[in-house]
Every structure is written in C-alpha cells, then in structure tokens.
C-alpha cells in the first residue's frame, strides 16, 4: 500500500522560509518520479517541482526557480522541498505526489499525499 504524508506548512511572513517533507511508503524513490503541485485559493492545482526516477534530473516553474529546491532523502524514503523568500503568491495548499512517469500533468501521477498549507503574510 503506497502512501504518501506531507507535513511543514504554516504560516510565514515575506521573504521567509519553510520546508516542507514528504515521506513515503510502499515504494522507493529511485523507481519513481516525485513531483510538489500546489493549489493557490479559488485557483486550480498546478506543478512546482518535479524530481525525475533517476539522475535525478529537476524541473521548476518558473515563478519558483531560484528560490525552492525539491530534493530526495533516502534515509527516511521521503522528499522535501525547500523554500525560500517566499511571497504572498506562494500561498497555497502544497501537494506531493510520486508516480512511473515524470511529467508536469496531475495525471501523470499515480500516489498523492494530502496538502499542507503554506500561508505567506505579513
């Protein structure tokens, strides 16, 4: 049984940081795909960040590059993903997913965690 628990959200001020964590079960890492979605509020689900099988090749949006960094941890079979400066735009719900294929499609993906929600405010 795969599963997938996303934690770290919260409420931060611009310009700060968060990570957040995802640990997964049933699978491993290097066999799949991981990708980060997030879900703005009022507005539909959209990709982030997506780590490749293996390499591991990285693909950001580009409203993040430079500032958010996905990586694996194989200690604890999990991903994180690392924010930075963040800005009021990055408010959302933030959603990992892992899968057989890369891509930047939520149907490219077949195991989803619950959101974890990032509020960037002053």
């Known amino acids: 049984d795969v599963q997938l628990q996303a934690s770290g959200g919260g409420l931060v001020q611009p310009g700060g940081s968060l990570t957040l964590s995802c640990a997964i079960s049933?699978?491993?890492?290097?066999?799949?795909?991981q990708a980060w979605f997030r879900q703005p509020p009022g507005k539909e689900r959209e990709w982030v960040a997506v780590l490749s099988k293996s390499d591991p090749s990285k693909f950001y949006k580009d409203s993040v590059k430079g500032r958010f960094t996905m990586s694996r941890d194989y200690a604890n079979n999990a991903v994180h993903l690392q924010m930075n400066n963040l800005k009021p735009e990055d408010t959302a719900v933030y959603f990992c997913?892992?899968?057989?294929?890369?891509?930047?499609?939520?149907?490219?993906?077949?195991?989803w965690g619950q959101g974890t929600l990032v509020t960037v405010s002053s």
């Open positions: 997913a892992t899968g057989r294929f890369v891509g930047l499609l939520e149907s490219v993906y077949e195991y």
């Open positions: 049933g699978i491993t890492l290097d066999g799949h795909a």
